[in-house]
């Protein structure tokens, strides 16, 4: 007659299988901590510095704590010499109009293309993905000399028509969402009289808000960290925006870097704030991107 195993040979039996969950656990801990002390050392260097003197940068390391905690004086000079309020004023200006138009001009294009029969329609589709791989700097030469030829060098309309025009990203987005809704609702509007404006105003406009969510994220993120464009269209000072306002921090003879570090913390701290109001949108509007 065959004994029972006992609960030691069992544990025994079952420790070899037990180790690798624990290997792969300790390996997906080491990952995650090595990827936020990539994330978090720049940012403590950046706070830290903010903090401290012109002495103590030049004489102490990236990581030395400051000699006193509670000097402010570099977010002062950040925020005065910087012209912060005006910078902040002119993006959000450039947000507000490059992102109500990306969601217009994306979704109706989205819309266009999808619900539409055209001989074209395969050759443009072909288009927007061969103008994603081209790099936006080796066209920049035409570009700017459209930009001029209009009159909007040197005005806050430039880079507004200049990301409204680039964004392919969101006519893909609203693309799939899009076909995401049944035909039948057309179908049935039309039935009722509705035209092809009324049906994308009164039925696919109002789906489309997880893609709008989605769209607004990533083309504010993109637009509110943008240097290039602002720096190379708006040279003016009083037309900065918060990524070009720091420049003014750097000099031919050397740069200020702890009025450049409180700048940077105080241009830091509005998209955390939305970070923080919003995170549940992003996931939400990037799981359901990823579903459609």
């Known amino acids: 007659m065959t004994m029972p195993r006992t609960t030691a040979a069992r544990r025994t039996t079952a420790s070899p299988g037990l180790q690798r969950p624990r290997f792969g656990t300790g390996l997906t801990y080491l990952s995650l901590t090595v990827a936020a002390a990539v994330v978090l050392i720049p940012l403590a260097v950046v706070f830290l510095t903010s903090l401290k003197t012109s002495r103590e940068v030049t004489d102490g390391g990236a990581l030395t704590l400051p000699h006193d905690w509670l000097n402010l004086s570099n977010y002062a000079t950040a925020f005065d010499d910087g012209h912060l309020l005006t910078a902040l004023g002119n993006t ?29 329609k395969r050759p443009v589709l072909v288009l927007f993905l061969v103008a994603t791989l081209v790099p936006g700097v080796t066209t920049q030469v035409a570009t700017f000399q459209v930009v001029n030829s209009f009159g909007l060098f040197n005005t806050r309309w430039a880079p507004v028509l200049l990301y409204m025009g680039t964004d392919i990203v969101s006519v893909y987005i609203f693309l799939q969402f899009i076909r995401s809704i049944p035909v039948s ?18 039925i696919i406009f109002p789906l489309l808000k997880p893609a709008i969510a989605t769209v607004v994220i990533i083309k504010g993120i993109t637009v509110y960290n943008d240097f290039y464009i602002p720096f190379l269209y708006m040279p003016s000072e009083n037309l900065g925006t918060m990524s070009t306002a720091l420049f003014r921090f750097k000099g031919p003879f050397g740069a200020h870097w702890e009025t450049i570090s409180a700048g940077t913390v105080l241009v830091i701290v509005p998209t955390l704030t939305a970070f923080l109001f919003l995170q549940r949108y992003i996931y939400n509007g990037f799981t359901q991107g990823a579903a459609k």
């Open 92 to 120: 959000v200006f450039v947000l507000a109009f490059s992102i109500t138009g990306t969601i217009v001009i994306g979704s109706m294009a989205a819309y266009a293309i999808d619900r539409f029969d055209f001989r074209a």
């Open 185 to 202: 609702l057309d179908e049935a509007a039309r039935l009722d009289g509705a035209n092809a404006f009324t049906i994308y105003r009164r």
